[in-house]
């Protein structure tokens, strides 16, 4: 059985910084996508960053400010947050099994259950 479990979330003030992590297990994604989500209160679902391999996809509201990297060794993929702002603010979600690093949360097979990161201001 596939899992995706995602910890390192939090409440932060603005301006500071988050590493989120995704831990896999049943199977590893080597030659598939992982990606990160967000979800705010009322919203719809919002693609972060996605990586595979040496290729990776950001949201442009978070270029130059968030990083997606991976550790195939530990089956992990990580989320480096900086300078965090309160539109940040939202449930966190792990994604994984897409044939590329794709913007659409339909393209992905499996999902964690979320971390929750909130900034304040």
């Known amino acids: 059985q596939v899992q995706l479990v995602e910890s390192g979330g939090g409440l932060v003030q603005v301006g500071a910084f988050l590493r989120l992590s995704c831990a896999a297990s049943g199977r590893t994604f080597t030659s598939e996508a992982m990606a990160w989500f967000r979800q705010a209160p009322g919203k719809e679902r919002d693609f972060v960053a996605a990586?595979?391999?040496?290729?990776?996809n950001y949201r442009r509201s978070v270029q130059g400010r968030f990083t997606i990297s991976q550790d195939n060794a530990k089956n992990t993929v990580y989320l480096q947050m900086n300078s965090l702002r309160p539109e940040d603010t939202a449930v966190y979600f792990c994604?994984?099994?897409?044939?590329?690093?794709?913007?659409?949360?339909?393209?992905?097979?499996?999902w964690g259950h979320g971390t929750q990161v909130t900034v304040s201001s």
């Open positions: 994604a994984a099994g897409a044939q590329y690093v794709s913007a659409s949360p339909d393209h992905y097979n499996y």
């Open positions: 990586i595979r391999g040496s290729s990776t």
